[in-house]
């Protein structure tokens, strides 16, 4: 069975601070994606980056960042120098490379992260 | 263009009524998904059409009935439903195909109230 757990379910920070999200994930598949998705109050789920188990290599887009560590079992979420924007919901998510290519996503308990100004 | 869209954004509806969720997209995938989310929760997976032909169900109460029209709309038919049934309900698309590695795009969801 596929686990996914974000072990904050809340984050507090100050506008302009450096937040980390994790994310640890438990799977017997060799193969699996990872996901990240941020859900802000309106609802949508935004589609934030992908990874995929054989490419450990780390992620940097603007402000975030992601660090895969596969020894670990982890795929951790940076934002540096935090906004007000960022505020939501943050959810990381598993699917399994094998069977169908629409397979189901595992998805962790989220993290609410609240930027202050 | 990135986007699934749905309507309505918000629905009232009582146990008795009858009523539907729509869902377009008109990137070109040929999967589509329905979702239910509880305050405060993961989504969870209900439905997952491929190719306009229903692959996952759940193991949904079938007093929810999803229908694919066609590769671009995706509904679900509400009938009897129970006030625990109040959620958020997102919809979403994919590819199919050779890449198995297929985000997932979300549409902004409706938010569904049962009296």
């Known amino acids: 069975a596929q686990k996914v757990t974000q072990a904050q379910t809340e984050i507090s920070v100050v506008e302009k601070e450096d937040v980390t999200l994790d994310c640890v994930y438990e799977?017997?598949?060799?193969?699996?994606?990872l996901f990240w998705y941020k859900q802000p109050p309106s609802g949508e789920l935004v589609f934030l980056i992908r990874?995929?188990?054989?490419?450990?290599q780390n992620e940097i887009s603007g402000r975030y960042s992601w660090n895969f560590q596969k020894s670990t079992s982890s795929f951790n979420f940076t934002i540096t120098a935090s906004q007000v924007v960022d505020s939501a919901v943050y959810f990381c998510?598993?699917?399994?490379?094998?069977?169908?290519?629409?397979?189901?996503?595992?998805f962790g308990q989220g993290t609410i992260l609240t930027v202050h100004p | 263009d990135t986007e699934v869209t749905q309507t309505p954004k918000h629905l009232v509806m009582g146990m008795t009524n009858k009523k539907s969720l729509k869902c377009e997209q008109h990137?070109?995938?040929?999967?589509m998904y329905w979702y239910k989310q509880k305050a405060k929760k993961p989504p969870e997976l209900m439905f997952v059409?491929?190719?306009?032909?229903?692959?996952i169900n759940e193991s949904v109460p079938s007093r929810f009935s999803p229908e694919c029209p066609n590769s671009s709309l995706l509904n679900l038919h509400l009938h009897a439903l129970q006030p625990e049934d109040s959620a958020l309900y997102l919809c979403?698309?994919?590819?199919?195909?050779?890449?198995?590695?297929?985000?997932?795009?979300f549409g902004p969801g409706t938010r569904l109230t049962v009296l």
């Open positions: 799977t017997r598949d060799t193969t699996y994606y």
């Open positions: 998510a598993l699917r399994s490379a094998g069977g169908t290519s629409y397979g189901k996503l595992t």
């Open positions: 990874r995929n188990s054989f490419d450990e």
């Open positions: 979403a698309s994919s590819q199919v195909g050779t890449v198995s590695y297929n985000e997932q795009f």
């Open positions: 990137m070109g995938h040929r999967a």
């Open positions: 059409y491929s190719y306009e032909k229903l692959s």
